[in-house]
């Protein structure tokens, strides 16, 4: 047998994250619409052109007094306060199940994640791989079997085992079913069959080499890609209906009530937790709730401690630092997802089949506009569909970066224009003589900045000849339209898992779907290139450290620059704001003791790390 080591030796902490995923953010944030001008000068005068996240205020002479009394407000919350983190999160919609496998099915960044729990944790923050219910993987010399062992003091919150035949159950539940999120892909192609032995072991029988197989079961970002569902509860329901309402889960909360008309969630502490002697949560309650639409009002929440997390923007924490406000703590993180432009390569939308369409949309993108005006924080520009950590260096070809040079250039995108979409008597460019007419969407609202990323590349556009309209949709009808193909560009975010690989292989002709057919996350953007399939198909059967992986990889790449399935354009900054108020030891920039985000499940480590301060909230 291969041992593939879980941890690996001693790594040191680093800000920048040591590996990449797929699987998509979900975040509010600022900037964008009609209001896009004024919050960009806006945005530019609190930032002074540096992106500095720092806590020092811009002015010396008023620095934070520590001494410095605040107001307390009454957070509108059931639970007490002063054993409560409260978290101000995005708009919810859903509030009645919790079934991530279908669309809408589950709300994001709820809290779901603090009771969802993977077989390994991947941190971005400490570059560490952790087991949690398993205790460790390993391959054969062939890549051919896995063999899992699973903690055997694991149980669900309703206090059933949990093991090897709920791993065995919910893999090949997916892997028949493509119409389920996580089905199909990697599980069918690859699973032949599951054995257990007993109930702490899992031996999976691959169809053929599959040596990433473990990726499926790391929670790196937004938690794994598949997540292990209890068979007691699941074997006599239908996934497509069910709602797992309350939902069944392993970790250290469970869901106690959630409020539609205050779109709060409260989550409460499971005193039969199966893991509590490696974690014990100190918040007896973890409340998420929308924030205001109003930035002032949300701002105002936090700066009474209202919140505990989040509810704030970096315009308005900025003024928060320069005023002196003594509870600010902001951390600072780089997302392992760059901003990108998903292009539908599908015949059914006409002119954007054409790779030198896609080429003429990416010569209209002013990176270093978006880059240094846009985002909430300076960030550099992307060319690769990657996060531009130096662990991903092994990635690059910087060779075919140049070949394919990606920049901001009005002539050669009219040059390209005109090759295959001339201007007819109207004075209209037509592509098999029908005018076009581009439809960009985006998730994010009309303040946000991938709506504003989408409302410049609209701009550009018409400015060479191309119409476009530009909507933000709410999540359930963007998410729709996006899995279903409905769109020409949607302005939105992508990484890509520890290899490119994993990128790379959602992109294949066999994930295709026809336009109005959900995608089920696989292939968004209907991309379909044989030579890229033939490819793919040969790096999934390598180790991607090995030598006869580069070169394949490189070929894929030159694909990707010659076709453009979707379009990077800038790396992503996050900062994540903090209250020291009701609770403190939160992560900071010097110890960066593990992911800050709070809608990823590595937020269940800060929440074991922080204690309370002894603040009630008022009466």
């Known amino acids: 047998m291969n041992s593939v080591p879980v941890g690996g030796g001693p790594r040191p902490q680093f800000e920048d994250v040591e590996d990449v995923v797929r699987y998509q953010l ?93 077989l390994f944790f991947l941190s971005f923050a400490t570059g560490k791989l952790t087991p949690w219910l398993a205790t460790e993987y390993k391959y054969n010399d062939a890549f051919t079997e896995l063999t899992l062992k699973f903690d055997p003091k694991a149980h669900w919150n309703d206090g059933q085992p949990l093991g090897a035949n709920d791993f065995k159950f919910t ?86 009530t959630a409020i539609r008309n205050q779109k709060m969630f409260v989550w409460e502490k499971d005193p039969n937790y199966w893991n509590k002697d490696k974690l014990d949560v100190k918040p007896q309650y973890v409340v998420f709730q929308s924030t205001s639409k109003q930035l002032d009002q949300a701002s105002l929440a936090f700066e009474r401690a209202e919140f505990d997390v989040g509810s704030v923007d970096e315009p308005h924490a900025k003024l928060l630092r320069n005023n002196g406000y003594p509870n600010l703590v902001t951390t600072q993180f780089h997302d392992p997802n760059p901003r990108v432009l998903w292009l539908n390569c599908d015949p059914g939308r006409g002119v954007m089949a054409e790779s030198k369409m896609r080429w003429a949309i990416n010569y209209c993108i002013d990176r270093e506009k978006i880059g240094n005006s846009i985002w909430p924080v300076k960030v550099p520009p992307a060319q690769y569909p990657w996060a531009d950590y130096p662990t991903n260096d092994k990635w690059k070809n910087d060779d075919l970066a140049n070949k394919y040079k990606f920049e901001f250039s009005p002539d050669k995108a009219t040059q390209m224009l005109d090759e295959i979409a001339p201007k007819n008597a109207n004075g209209k460019r037509a592509y098999k003589g029908k005018e076009i007419n581009l439809e960009i969407i985006t998730v994010s609202p009309v303040d946000g900045p991938e709506y504003a990323i989408a409302n410049l590349l609209k701009t550009q556009l018409e400015k060479v000849g191309v119409p476009a309209t530009l909507r933000s949709l709410a999540g359930s009808v963007h998410d729709d339209k996006f899995q279903r193909g409905q769109y020409d560009i949607d302005s939105n975010w992508a990484g890509f898992a520890i290899d490119p690989e ?76 903090f209250n020291t108020a009701f609770w403190k030891d939160w992560p900071t920039d010097d110890d960066l003791y593990e992911v800050p985000l709070n809608w990823w499940p590595h937020f269940i480590f800060v929440l074991g790390k922080i204690s309370a301060t002894g603040q009630k909230g008022p009466a």
Not at 42 to 61: E, T, V
Not at 83 to 99: A, P
Not at 210 to 223: D, K, L, V
Request: positive net charge; glycine residues 10%.
């Open 502 to 577: 994993q990128l790379y292989t959602d992109w294949t002709s066999d994930k295709y779907q026809p336009i109005g057919k959900n995608s089920a996350g696989k292939n968004k953007m209907r991309f379909r290139n044989p030579d890229f399939d033939k490819i793919i198909d040969q790096l999934g059967q390598l180790n991607p450290d090995s030598a006869e992986a580069k070169p394949l990889l490189d070929k894929a790449l030159e694909i990707y620059f010659q076709q453009l399935p979707l379009l990077a354009s800038i790396q992503t900054g996050y900062p994540s704001y």
């Open 171 to 256: 893999v090949m539940l997916l892997k028949d079913r493509p119409d389920l999120f996580g089905g199909g892909g990697d599980l069918k192609e690859f699973v032949k069959s599951i054995a257990v032995p007993d109930p702490q072991t899992a031996v999976v029988t691959f169809l053929k080499p599959a040596p990433r197989f473990h990726y499926n079961f790391i929670a790196a970002i937004s938690g794994a890609p598949n997540n292990i569902m209890p068979e007691h509860i699941w074997k006599s329901q239908d996934p497509t209906k069910y709602k797992d309402n309350p939902p069944v889960r392993s970790g250290p909360y469970k869901l106690k």
């Open 26 to 118: 979900s975040r509010r944030s600022m900037v964008g619409g009609g209001a896009a001008a004024a919050m960009t000068a806006f945005l530019a005068a609190c930032s002074g052109g540096g992106g500095s996240y720092s806590d020092k205020p811009a002015n010396a002479n008023n620095k934070p007094s520590a001494g410095k009394s605040i107001q307390i407000g009454k957070a509108n919350i059931p639970v007490p306060r002063d054993q409560t983190v409260i978290v101000g999160q995005v708009e919810y919609t859903v509030f009645d199940s919790f079934n991530g496998m279908i669309p809408n099915g589950s709300p994001s960044g709820a809290g779901v994640e603090l009771s969802t729990e993977p």
